[in-house]
């Protein structure tokens, strides 16, 4: 049986390759289209008639199989700056190949300059009446792609993520320090604390992070009362342009001393900021 099954992904595979090698791709019925969108690529196509499913592939790699009724499917989340080929293949009830096209593609960057502005008097006493972040995609040799997030404050620009390198311990940053991170931490905690108390010191928790977001967990301690905050980058675009999601969160006392954003009431500890030229 596992060798009757493997003779049968074989068959399967040599008819694939060979309908892409004997009839032009250019010359499909499928008129296979792919939009664009930062990191999210949306493939568009007609209705091959006699078509069962349709699966695509990034490359060589299976992606998803969808029923015949189905003409549009997003791929997200893909490397950012990569170069793409997707292949499209229409099947019958039997498993034959119909038809088939590929598209080749290149993905963009969520480099730049974001900025979120108030459009209210509710501002923190003037420090929130804007906040501005600067994206910059980067390279891990362990964990791959990731956005490198800096505040800028009086045209300075203080990396906030990430406050230190991957592979350090985290210890505990005195919040009055000149150490870098903790001058970062203080411009970014400032602008969003609305009760005034100041911490001692803080701690990295914990990181997650993908090529395209960002979760952070920071422990802080003031007045012997130690709290913790996560903070979310989220980068997406729609029809406006790229865009950058900031979110931070926390319980009891963390939560009381977050600004809320007072143009959105259901999302009260989110900011959207746009994209903008420099």
Known sequence: MVCANKLMLVKFLFLFI?????SPLCASSLSLEADVAVNNV?????SVEGTFWYDIYNGDAFVIRLPEDENSYTLSHLDQNES????L???DSENQTLDAEAVSVKTGSYDGVYEWINPTDDDNHGRMDSVIYRAELAEDSRYGQYMRVSIIEDRQEHVIFPLQDFDSSWDWIDYDSSDPAAVAYRLNCEKFNVLGIKP???????????????SVDIRTSALGISVVTTTTYE?????????LRFTTTGSGLARSALFRNPADPDNPYTFTLRARNV
């Open 18 to 22: 060979f309908c892409l090698a004997a």
């Open 42 to 46: 949306t493939l568009t196509w007609q």
């Open 84 to 87: 793409y080929r997707f292949v």
């Open 89 to 91: 293949g229409a099947r």
């Open 200 to 214: 001692g010191r803080f701690k990295i928790d914990k990181v997650t992070m993908t090529n395209d977001s960002i």
């Open 235 to 243: 980068f997406s675009s729609d029809d406006e342009g790229p865009f």
